[in-house]
């Protein structure tokens, strides 16, 4: 009875402690996803935003981004390279326009293709209120780049992937 | 009577033992797969179907619609993005190999006209000439009353194309 009962205590232990682990243990999975919900909400708007929050929150999103980003957006005929010192003034510039922005990521899925390097594929929307009052409404199939520099993941490029081709 | 009674109760307020526990488990694994990867439900967010599928309206895509047989024309169908979470519920009206154009708001198919029964009122669609890609299906919504630049429609791969409301 007394080595049932130690070994049910054991057995608890243990599995206390493989829970601990997974639990407290970040794999670069993890990190990655992390890093999309901090681009989400850095790039969120509320309508009281006061303007030293917006500063922050552009240059929070440029400390993201590696030292190059490319951007690749066919269907809008986008394709362009952003230093990264250069990512803060155009996310400020760009946020401007709305005054209020909700983003959500769905269906994120990882790829490492060589060490420090992920592939990520999702879905991106994007709903936002123009300071003309105009709603916008936009999804896209997202293909994002990241790569691991000193131990942080930053976004290397992002390209929209076109679902429907007119 | 009294045995009636027992069995309603056994019923609503079951005792809960192993077998039990394993009988919720096993209904709690099979609906998960059954509403996760065959019958998928989902709000219609938006007015591209409409009059057919409106804002708000409540639907299951049912995955295994065109498990033998490919979309064909004027088959609602749900189309992916990256995965399901988030998805396009078009009309395909044109199939592979078929030339679609739109004259004056009317659909026309390898330079015929084609009634769009789904299609209410008039509108002013002009879409040049275009073939549909080997694999590919095309797809539109049904509310053509939108100016065409901000209506999201094109060819898209049948890989991507999901399944089909129930209703």
Redesign the interface.
């Known amino acids: 009875m007394v080595n049932q009962k130690n070994i049910l205590i054991v057995s608890l232990i243990c599995f206390a402690c493989v829970i601990a682990f997974f639990w407290l243990h970040e794999s670069d999975e993890d990190k990655i996803k992390k890093r999309f919900d901090e681009l989400a909400e850095e790039t969120a708007k509320a309508t009281d935003e006061k303007e030293l929050a917006a500063v922050i929150k552009a240059k929070k999103i440029s400390e993201l981004c590696a030292d190059s980003f490319q951007v690749d957006f066919p269907s809008y005929s986008i394709s362009r390279k952003f230093m990264r010192n250069d990512i803060s003034a155009q996310i400020l510039a760009a946020r401007a326009r709305y005054s209020a922005i909700s983003v959500n990521f ?4 990882i790829d490492f293709p060589e060490e420090g390097i992920a592939d990520v ?3 991106g ?1 994007v709903e936002a209120a123009l300071t003309s009052g105009e709603s916008v ?1 936009e ?4 293909r994002c780049r990241l790569e691991k520099i000193e131990k942080d993941w930053l976004f290397a490029a992002i390209e929209g992937v ?5 | 009577m009294p045995e009636m009674n027992a069995a309603i109760r056994n019923f609503l307020l079951p005792e809960i033992n192993r077998n039990f526990l394993i009988r919720v488990a096993l209904v709690a694994v099979l609906a998960y797969i059954f509403f996760k990867y065959l019958l998928i439900p989902f709000r219609v967010s938006g007015y591209s179907m409409a009059p057919t599928y409106n804002n708000g309206d409540v639907n299951f895509c049912w995955t295994l619609r065109f498990m033998f047989s490919p979309p064909e024309r004027f088959d609602a169908v749900t189309v992916r993005y990256a995965g399901t979470r988030v998805m396009l519920l078009k009309r395909v009206i044109a199939i592979e190999g078929e030339t679609l154009e739109f004259r004056k708001g009317r659909l026309f198919i390898n330079g015929k006209e084609v009634e769009e029964p789904h299609i209410k009122g008039q509108y002013n669609w002009e879409l040049p000439p275009r073939t549909v890609k080997p694999h590919h299906v095309y797809v539109a919504g049904d509310n053509r009353h939108v100016p065409m630049e901000t209506h999201d429609f094109g060819q898209t791969d049948l890989n991507r194309v999901i399944g089909a409301p129930v209703w």
């Open positions: 769905y269906d994120i899925s594929t999702l879905t929307s409404r999804i896209h199939e997202l076109d679902v429907l081709d007119k």
